[in-house]
């Protein structure tokens, strides 16, 4: 064959040139310069050179990324010096004896401490000859891992070849940790699931599964990311881990941009406890932060025991995983009557907290973990506080153990449950069922709601197993129960008048937050506001059409048909009735909109005191309402002031919403 050309030698350093600089601008700046289309030209240009003269091409080049056959066995390689681990710390004391520690041994050297983020990924070592990656590896047991080369090449951030021209920079070693974006790994996950391949439980594990995969192929279709933190170089002097890790970027390596350099002790609790707080905003997994001591002389004089450095130790945040045992499955009635299972633990220690109960959402849930009853199973605290069940390990599974079957009636009334076509959720189809008129109590009680204090769980199961109350209108009668209540175990005269005294303060709520309190399926606090600034009162919401309803922007057909439902029975409606009764809001503070009336009726009857009649129909009018003399049963209002007479009976008799003269003023603004 014969040798390429000078010219094609010189085209194609280029290319290969151009092409790292836009790996780096944009996998590690992600400031990408060139349109992708040019990034593919330019890249099958070097292809066709390459292909015209075999000799070009190099280990090195951009087009070798995914390159080599599948490996059957990796090699085992030595790492030297070893790969060390570090010693945890948990608590503001531990790191605390950590720093004594350090200073005690430099003596009257002061230590500044690098503090990084711990990235929950898989450690790797990558060796550079003559400013070109030749090995990659995974830690092993810290003195040999595997040889990883071909699959670490196709990470495109890594460099194959080092930004610099400095001699002394040609032949290193960077370690640092290969991890996966939280969302790559759960669009990962769901093409596996659609597929139907095995899901990977994490991004560590999804991460950990990659690298050891035989072809590199694969692996370069997986989204595997790397950040290094930590630089050999042989042949020059370095100073300090701070100024390495500058290096490091320097030579085209991603460094995370969130290390700090601290002065003390408690600049690294802060950054500790700031990350501890902020860790759900970044797009990866940390576990902890890792400090180290920012000298390498230092480091060098507080030396390594055993297999950890002296110099340096991971923080960790309290773990939000744990391994346990799966007891039972419970299920939870809620207050619409959705039945939920729940899984019961052997209490484990996770997230700060001690955990014996974790939501298993549904019954596919189950299906899809195949959970059964004496599991081993991994429990995990995430952004929110309620805690799931995210996995199981087969491996520990218990001989005899069986798959989960739903049970076929309710736990607290017995009665059938069901689930209905392209839903998710078995229901209990009886709404007196306990754990329902409970679960709607404590709903109507809650901080977002009426804010009642004192009637929590616990208040609220006693006083319905008592039969004290059979729903939320019951509560308002209380007050003549003083006695019975006070007789309680555990209740007394001062938290029984405490409890009275909130559920009678709670009258002064708003509207919307009764209407809330409700329990109306799909109907959350932002639409409840919603509907309480567009609808005068819970009667003209009551009387609205599903049409009505869909003339609001917020509220969909399922919150509409919902909302018609609730009113349709005539339970709710006595509800509403008794608690009208009893004195809580049910007026919005609807805003007037030009023609906010139109196509309503009005009845005007009785004396009104803040205007006249003439003034009340023409603010009618002027909002697009019409005013008529007599009630029939197209009247959408009657507005009745003071001493109102037969008109009123009559609007009753038909069932027409009747409103104040207050109302109506609120209403118009
Ligand atoms: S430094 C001697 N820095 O934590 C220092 N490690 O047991 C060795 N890790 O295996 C590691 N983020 O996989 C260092 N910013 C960071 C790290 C980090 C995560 C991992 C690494 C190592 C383990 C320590």
Known sequence: MPPPPRQALQRAEQLRKELHDHDYRYYVLAEPVIPDEKYDRLMRELQDLEAEYPDLRSPDSPTQRVGGEPTKEFRTVAHDPPMLSLANTYSEEEIGDFDRRVRELLGDQKPLYVAELKFDGIAIALKYRNGALVQGATRGDGTQGDDITNNLRTIRSIPLVLRTKEKAMMNIEVRGEAFMHRKDFEGMNAAR?????????????????????????????????????????????????????????????????????????????????????????????????????????????????AKSPRWA??????????????????????????????????????????????????????RELDLRIGDAVIVEKGGDVIPK??????????????????????????????????????????????????????????????????????????????????????????????????????????????????????????FRRVLFGLGIRHVGTGVAKVLAESFFSIDTLARATEEDLHLIPQVGPKIAESIVHFFADKHNREIVRRLKDAGLSMTGTARSQKGMLNGKTFVLTGTLSSCT??????????NGGKVVSSVSKNTSFLLAGEDAGSKLARARELGIAVISEEEFTKLIG
């Open 193 to 305: 699931s659609a597929a139907g391949e095995k899901v990977f439980i994490n991004p560590r594990n999804a991460t950990a599964g990659t690298l050891k995969m035989q072809d590199p192929k694969v692996v370069a279709s997986r989204p595997i990311q790397m950040y290094a933190y930590f630089l050999f170089a042989g042949g020059k002097e370095l100073t300090r881990h701070s100024s390495n890790l500058e290096t490091l970027r320097a030579l085209g390596f991603p460094v995370n941009s969130n290390s700090k350099v601290c002065r003390n002790i408690d600049e690294v609790i802060a950054f500790w406890k700031r990350w501890e707080e902020k860790r759900e905003s970044l797009p990866y997994d940390i576990d902890g932060i890792v400090v180290k001591v920012d000298s390498l002389r230092q480091q060098e004089t507080l030396g390594t025991i």
């Open 313 to 366: 130790v991971a923080f960790k945040f309290a773990p939000r995983q744990a391994q346990t045992r799966l007891k039972g499955i419970a299920l939870q009635v809620g207050r619409v009557g959705t039945v939920t299972p729940v899984a019961e633990l052997e209490p484990v220690f996770v997230g700060g907290t001690t955990v014996s109960r974790a939501t298993l959402h549904n019954i596919d849930y189950i």
């Open 389 to 510: 069940v995210s996995g199981t390990v087969p491996s520990l599974r218990p001989r005899g153990t069986v798959p989960y079957v739903m049970p076929a009636s309710c736990p607290d009334c017995r009665s059938r449950i069901y689930r209905e076509e392209g839903e998710a959720n078995y229901f209990c189809e009886n709404a007196e069922c306990p754990a329902q008129v409970q679960g709607r109590i404590e709903h109507f009680a809650h901080r977002g709601a009426m804010d009642i204090e004192g009637l929590g769980e616990a208040a609220v199961e006693t006083l319905v197993s008592m039969k004290l109350v059979a729903n939320v209108a019951d509560l308002y009668s209380l007050g003549g129960k003083k006695k019975t209540l006070v007789a309680l175990e555990r209740w007394g005269e001062k938290s029984t008048q405490n409890l009275l005294d909130a559920i009678a303060g709670s009258r002064k709520q708003p």
């Open 613 to 622: 009649r003439e003034e009340a129909s023409h603010l009618i009018e002027e």
